[in-house]
T-cell receptor, first 111, second 110 residues
């Protein structure tokens, strides 16, 4: 029979606006967090990471915020561009070999 | 730049067929991984390898096996493909926590 997958959370923003993508992680022992971007037809690509001894890290147009108290991670994209349209995954790692991925958020950028 | 190459982008197989998915990385990374990606479920780890001839089960190893005969090559094997293995398969190599992914292999099992 037909199987129906879960729907991805989506975020739609106007070009030029800032985007905030949120993620709740599961393991309080996780000490390394990464955001990946996956464009259509491609594998995920690293955007930015943060270790648990930090609460904020900035890259080029992107900022990651970590709130360990509530186990929350966010990715902020400044001046969102059409090329930012993609699925964004947060991922957590406890220092071992396994990286645990979230379900992903689809970002649509309206021109 | 790290390059992870998956040899087949699209495959269509029949139920019961044996399927090989090949992955090669060119950065001499120790660790390699196979994930499957399904809508709304994110990436789920099937198997990983931290050295030649070494392998560890991930979260969903049932119905799969792997082979790591050379450091640069990590193969995923479906001994007898089933329709519920229709999915996108992603190979990755890892360096200090960062995963480098291939473009993916979309497998359809009829």
């Amino acid at each position: 029979g037909e199987s129906v997958g879960l729907h991805l959370p989506t975020l739609s923003v106007q070009e030029g606006d800032n985007s905030i993508i949120n993620c709740a992680y599961s393991n309080s022992a996780s000490d390394y967090f990464i955001w990946y971007k996956q464009e259509s037809g491609k594998g995920p690509q690293f955007i930015i990471d943060i270790r648990s001894n930090m609460d904020k890290r900035q890259g080029q147009r992107v900022t990651v915020l970590l709130n360990k108290t509530v186990k929350h991670l966010s990715l902020q994209i400044a001046a969102t561009q059409p090329g930012d349209s993609a699925v964004y995954f947060c991922a957590e790692n406890t220092g071992g070999f396994k990286t645990i991925f979230g379900a992903g958020t689809r970002l649509f950028v309206k021109a | 730049d790290v390059k992870v190459t998956q040899s087949s982008r699209y495959l269509v197989k029949r139920t019961g067929e044996k399927v090989f998915l090949e992955c090669v990385q060119d950065m001499d990374h120790e660790n390699m991984f196979w994930y499957r990606q399904d809508p709304g479920l994110g990436l789920r780890l099937i198997y990983f390898s931290y050295d030649v001839k070494m392998k560890e089960k991930g979260d969903i190893p049932e119905g799969y096996s792997v082979s790591r005969e050379k450091k640069e090559r990590f193969s995923l094997i479906l001994e007898s493909a089933s329709t519920n293995q229709t999915s996108m398969y992603l190979c990755a190599s890892e360096d200090t926590g960062e995963l480098f992914f291939g473009e993916g292999s979309r497998l359809t099992v009829l």
